[in-house]
């Protein structure tokens, strides 16, 4: 394997994003650039197609693979929502302020 064919594989992940949810307990998500912040009740996600706020009761996260961009939670899943462009800085500061 020569470099530009991993290049290829890795740009190809960071595009894909999808959301897979078992049974509202179980939630895989790919594309995930970066976990800004999360508790037990609360997941901020950094992902190729915007912020994903994570809301639910009894969270954990179960898996983070950074180099395919891979997160599993497990809990009670109540919502699932972006964050549109013109709220992503809002999001941010709002998530950075309440976890200093």
Same mark, same amino acid.
């Given at each position: 394997m020569n470099y530009y064919e991993n290049k290829e594989t890795i740009t190809r992940t960071q595009t894909d994003h999808t959301v897979k949810m078992?049974?509202? %307990? &179980? +939630?895989?998500?790919?594309?995930?650039?970066?976990?800004?912040?999360?508790?037990?009740?609360?997941?901020?996600?950094?992902?190729?197609m915007g912020?994903?706020?994570?809301?639910?009761?009894?969270?954990?996260? %179960? &898996? +983070?693979d950074v180099t395919e961009g891979v997160v599993t939670i497990k809990g009670k899943i109540y919502e699932l929502s972006y964050v549109d462009e013109q709220q992503q800085d809002k999001a941010k500061g709002?998530?950075?302020?309440?976890?200093r």
């Open positions: 078992n049974n509202r %307990k &179980n +939630l895989e998500i790919t594309g995930v650039k970066e976990v800004d912040s999360f508790d037990n009740e609360e997941f901020l996600l950094e992902t190729v912020y994903l706020i994570i809301r639910g009761q009894n969270l954990q996260l %179960k &898996n +983070l709002f998530f950075s302020k309440l976890f």
